[in-house]
């Protein structure tokens, strides 16, 4: 068997998740595994999480690289200076890493925080690890190996001009939703997280074989493979193994 590169979309804080996809995709010496970024938030065990990629990555059973997320650069951004645009949303799951990083109870869906909480929240270096905060802003943008470029979200570009991660801007490859991106692209592979597959272009589509029509499966068009599949917003986990394109989910 050759080489294979399983691609691991979007985790937001599902512990229980991401261990039984890593089971289930049981990577060899000679394999390599790529997580697209968005560690936390969201899921009620952002901070566990964050620790189970980095011992993947610091001690791993194969090659293993973890992408950098956007999630993850505007953490970093808040560590110097909060984001109240950010941090306040309940949607963006925010709270839920303070109550993880802090060992406070999880909060309930769509539960916010009590208001004697708000004042350490706002004040992310109170609370938020340095040493978390170090390990984000050293994680690489992009990796490419032969069978594809693995971002978080996209390139660099417009119209039917898409840039290599190394010739375009960084944010991008974090931050973009570019429909013209996911319609126009051609090249070679790009697997991406970032955006949920189901707010993907639907038209021209395909969906993996053997898997039922969902708008919330893995998203195929082209040379492109979104991977987020909702994880940590009552969707699962899922990856897709290279050069084959078989799928591997946590449901």
Not at 6 to 27: K, M, S, T, V, Y
Not at 118 to 140: M, R
Request: hydrophobic share 35%; aromatic share 10%; proline share 7%.
């Amino acid at each position: 068997m050759g080489a294979r590169t399983f691609a691991i979309g979007d985790i937001h804080g599902n512990l229980e998740a991401l261990n039984l996809l890593l089971e289930r995709i049981a990577p060899e010496k000679d394999d390599t595994v790529v997580f697209l970024g968005d560690y936390l938030d969201r899921g009620t065990q952002s901070k566990e999480t964050v620790e189970r990629v980095r011992s993947f990555v610091d001690d791993p059973p194969c090659k293993a690289v973890a992408l950098r997320g956007n999630h993850e650069d505007i953490w970093i951004e808040c560590f110097k200076e909060p984001n109240a645009g950010f941090l306040l949303p309940r949607g963006n799951g925010c709270m839920d890493s303070f109550r993880s990083f802090t060992g406070a109870p999880p909060l309930e869906e769509g539960q916010p925080l009590r208001a004697e909480e708000f004042v350490q929240y706002l004040q992310v270096a109170s609370w938020f690890p340095k040493d978390v905060i170090d390990w984000f802003e050293s994680l690489p943008l992009w990796f490419e190996d032969e069978h594809a470029l693995f971002v978080h979200a996209g390139l660099d570009g417009r119209d039917a001009e898409w840039k290599h991660p190394k010739e375009g801007r960084q944010k991008p490859l974090m931050w973009m939703r570019e429909k013209g991106f996911y319609n126009g692209y051609t090249g070679k592979r790009v697997v991406f997280g970032h955006t949920h597959t189901r707010d993907l272009p639907q038209e021209h589509r395909r969906y993996p074989d053997d898997a039922p029509k969902e708008p919330e499966r893995v998203w195929l068009r082209g040379d492109l493979v979104g991977l987020d599949t909702g994880c940590g917003r009552a969707g699962v986990l899922s990856a897709v193994e290279l050069p084959s394109l078989r799928i591997i989910d946590s449901r």
